[in-house]
């Protein structure tokens, strides 16, 4: 079987001058690897540390997985050791040596420590041969590659060596670290062994790729996320929300580079608890990767279709003699061409990461991260439609860039965060993150008349900055009321955001664009004027509480809520058209919410070992800047989820189901009040009612991790229909909500490692199908009807560990080269659609010194 300690992905058969350098980086690190080792190895050559071990019955490889991440120790052995075996568990304190003695009893294995204090099987029988200068040593010919397993410093949380398409605890619901199974709402964990195997690139592809959720596009660059029909409007990183809809800036930056992040949880519905403000929809928390208690270095390269090539860096381990001092970084470099005519990007990705263990209760971190990414000819729309919306049938590769534009961006961020443990069990964890991020694009957009048909090119330039900043301080642990144990969580956080845009548009470059024929040289570069357009501040602060009430054996009660205090300050500056030259006119608004009380409610109930029902509710609300009649501001925008299901965990939590019901309203949705009059400042300000409503209802079901030792998978099926049931528009009461997210998603990732004399050899892909999608209405009189039929997208993946060091992978993206648009245009006179990449392919190479 094939190494399970992996690489991370790597790139470019022909990288560019940094992608070089990034490779003669990792030479060099290499060369300070063996001292590495041996220090960590000195300082756990003793194996007296003791360590909690809570390992169940069962089959034997997950249980040495679960060992090795427990002690955060590199573990190595054959799938022919662990085959068929199984044990009867570790429950206890115990030194590590002692630990592997009784989970490997009965087995007729042993484990050896080795020089750099790793851990190798060995049958019992048989004398101990003389160990390795290296746990990742090559084996003998004729025998079965060695899978190694790395335990790390983070919490059992994390993904990373573990092999696996699932998790056994997340906090991202309720901050406090539960299974799958116990907590009660929809749940999914994109592992870094799935975003390995299906070569997910950006936080773009993993949604994508997760159950439930939708990738939509605003053109070819922006993107918007969707769950349950409703827009996710927040993004968290280590647990901390960055807002998506401030501005739009944010948006533009949500290509987040995938090779510095363990893995990406996601909680479906209202996310109020952790996030406070926003949309009922999801939260989805990047986690970033952590420095390893072991020495690791990885590299790789990357070359695909359309001349793609990336080359990526990971070295992590060790810094001080006592491995208190531990650090890691990540490099990786791009430099992309694109199905399109004229388009191509490069970037570049550097992530620094520090802990310091300060004793043995208390761990402070430091990271840093700069990403940058420039764009050439990306357009900020798409492409157009007819009059009536119906397509005109425009190759994949139509671009109508000129050849001047471009859409650059970088994101400098920082995190700092202080984690202390109780002797009683209680933590106390404080972080901090700090990001400011800049967008500098000029770029065209087009114009489309639907009474005389003519398409028109006009010329827009925005250069924004944001800047953002999260703290948050909270405290857990376990507290014993009525004879049993419990668990609560204390906390309060804080949220700024500070926009800064600059923007200028509408200069006409081409008055009568043929699409069917494009010169991208024919109109010169226009060094668009920029004017000041939006400034605009945000605060929240917030207090929290949730707990997890051991009401008996088998209930349990969840209950939470939040407190939030919410500040929006604006100016915004507009001007009459691009040519002229009048002061522009300055608006402001300024709202705040006080007080607002957010409610978390969940049960569990264990019907078994496997198996435990669950209900829950879970509210979030958004402030929003209207007025009513008598000149007060309208509640805010309240959402609200329901929802009941069932969840399985299987063979000791390597495979995880669930299948669940909700129901999710959004009240207090502003509308113009049909009576003007009524007005304070009539006529000249509308008021509004906070009486608008929309309903999303549906089902979910979901598998993910081990259906065998060999064969990983996560699947998901839902189905989401959202409706208005209250609006100003009669006509819109009983519609659907967001006619162009689908109703109906299904999506399947698997994974299968071959056995016997095809050892080292894994096959998998995906499979993508999403329903029907429409858009439709009347411009100056004229119906259109936007549409993208049902559609099926099927990506193959073929993986073979030649050595125990390299790996190599075969990603076929759309095998049969379905044309399809996954971006429709919302009317036909500022058309907008994105057609879905072609097929490609792209090998990948990964190589562990």
């Known amino acids: 079987m094939s190494n399970l300690q992996r690489g991370r992905h790597w790139g470019g058969a022909h990288p560019s001058p940094v992608a070089l350098a990034v ?66 568990g570790v429950n206890g304190r115990y030194p590590v040596a002692g630990a592997l003695g009784l989970l490997l009893a009965g087995t007729g294995l042993r484990a050896v420590q080795l020089d750099n204090g790793a851990f190798v099987l060995r049958a019992d029988s048989t004398p101990a041969a003389p ?57 999914t964990v994109i ?128 810094l001080s003699e006592d491995g208190s001092l531990r650090g890691r970084t990540v490099i990786a470099t791009q430099d992309y061409g694109s199905y399109k005519r004229g388009e191509s990007s490069n970037g570049q990705t550097l992530y620094g990461i520090l802990e310091k263990d300060l004793d043995a209760s208390t ?46 961006k970088t994101t400098d961020s920082a995190f700092v965060g ?18 400011q991020a800049d967008v500098d694009m000029q770029g065209h957009y087009i114009s489309h008349s639907v009474t005389n048909g003519s398409y028109s090119q006009l010329g827009a330039r925005n250069a924004h900055r944001e800047k953002q900043s999260s703290v948050n301080l909270y405290a857990n642990g376990p507290f014993e009321l009525l004879g049993r144990k419990h668990e609560l969580v204390l906390g309060a956080s804080y949220r700024n955001i500070d926009f800064d845009g600059n923007s200028r548009q509408g200069l006409v470059l081409n008055s009568s664009l043929d699409p069917y024929n494009f010169d991208p040289g024919a109109v010169a570069d226009p060094n ?95 402030p929003q800047n209207y007025r009513d009649a008598s000149n007060k501001l309208l509640d805010p925008v309240v959402g609200r989820n329901y929802e009941i299901g069932i969840k399985g965990e299987y063979f000791d939590g390597a495979l995880n189901a669930s299948a669940a019901v909700f129901r999710m309203d959004q009240k207090n949705r502003a509308y113009r009040s049909a009576d003007q009059t009524q007005c304070a400042d009539y006529p000249t300000v509308t008021c509004y009612s906070a009486a608008g409503e929309v309903r999303s209802q549906g089902m979910e079901f979901e598998v993910q991790g081990a259906i065998t030792p060999n ?42 490692r071959l056995s016997g004399d095809l050892q080292g050899w894994r096959i998998g892909g995906s499979v ?13 009189g004229v119906p259109f009807n936007i549409t993208q039929s049902a559609y099926v997208v099927v990506d193959l993946v073929v993986g073979w560990q030649a050595t125990p060091k390299l790996d190599l992978r075969l990603n076929i993206n759309n095998v049969f080269d379905k044309k399809y648009y996954n971006a429709l245009s919302g009317s036909a006179s500022f058309p907008s659609n994105v057609y879905g990449e072609p097929r490609n392919v792209m090998l990948s190479a990964r190589y562990r010194f």
């Open 363 to 408: 761990t402070v971190t430091l990271s840093a991260l700069h990403q940058e990414n420039r764009l050439h000819g990306n357009g900020f729309t798409g492409l157009p439609v007819a009059s009536d919306g119906s397509d005109l049938r425009l190759p994949r590769s139509t671009s109508y860039a000129n050849d001047w534009e471009h859409w650059n």
């Open 191 to 318: 592992t870094r062994e799935r975003i390995q195997d299906q070569g997910l690139a950006t936080v773009n592809d993993v949604v994508q790729t997760a159950p439930g959720l939708t990738f939509r596009r605003f053109g070819p660059e922006r993107a918007s996320f969707y769950s349950r029909g409703m827009y996710v409007d927040n993004i968290m990183y280590d647990g901390l929300p960055v807002s998506l809809d401030s501005s739009n800036l944010s948006q533009d930056l949500l290509a987040t580079d995938m090779a510095i992040y363990d893995r990406v949880e996601i909680v479906r519905g209202a996310t109020g608890l952790a996030q406070g403000a926003g949309n009922p929809s999801a939260a989805i928390n990047l986690v970033r990767k952590r420095p390893t208690k072991v020495p690791q270095i990885s590299a790789g390269v990357s070359a695909g279709s359309w001349d793609r090539y990336r080359a990526e860096l990971d070295a992590s381990g060790p």
């Open 768 to 780: 993508y199908r999403q329903g029907f999608i429409y858009n439709k209405g009347t411009t100056s």
């Open 131 to 187: 160990p390795p200068a290296s746990a990742a040593e090559a084996p003998a010919a004729g025998t079965l590659p060695l899978i190694t397993v790395t335990g790390t410093a983070a919490a059992d949380s994390t993904t990373e060596g573990t092999h696996s398409y699932t998790t056994g605890s997340m906090s991202t619901a309720t901050r406090l670290n539960l299974s799958m199974r116990d907590t009660p709402q929809a749940v």
């Open 528 to 622: 668009i004027p920029l004017r000041d357009w939006m400034d605009a501040k945000i605060t929240q602060q917030s207090v929290y509480a949730t707990t997890r009430l051991n009401l008996a054996d088998r209930l349990k009660l969840i209950l939470g809520g939040r407190v939030d205090w919410f500040d929006y300050n604006d100016t915004v500056n507009t001007y009459p058209n691009f040519a002229s030259n009048t002061p522009s006119v300055s608006a402001h608004n300024r709202y705040s919410v006080n007080n607002h009380l957010t409610k978390y409610a969940g049960l569990v109930y264990d019907l078994n070992d496997q198996h435990a029902i669950y209900a829950s509710y879970t509210d979030i609300f958004k």
């Open 23 to 88: 490779l003669a980086l990792a030479l060099s690190f290499t060369a300070g690897a063996p001292s590495l080792a041996r220090a960590q190895g000195a300082a756990q050559a003793s194996g007296t540390a003791v360590t909690d071990f809570r390992i169940p019955a069962g089959p034997l490889a997950p249980a040495l997985r679960q060992l090795a991440s427990t002690a955060n120790i590199m573990l190595s052995f054959t799938a022919e050791q662990s085959e068929g075996k199984r044990t009867t």
């Open 418 to 435: 202080l984690d202390h443990r109780f002797d009683n069990g209680w933590r106390m964890h404080l972080s901090a993150y700090y990001a």
């Open 711 to 752: 064969w990983q998978v996560g699947a998901g099926y839902t189905v989401a229909i959202a409706r208005y049931r209250k609006d100003a528009t009669a006509s819109n009461v009983g519609a659907l909500f967001d006619t162009d997210t689908p109703r109906h998603l299904f999506k399947l990732s698997t994974m299968y």
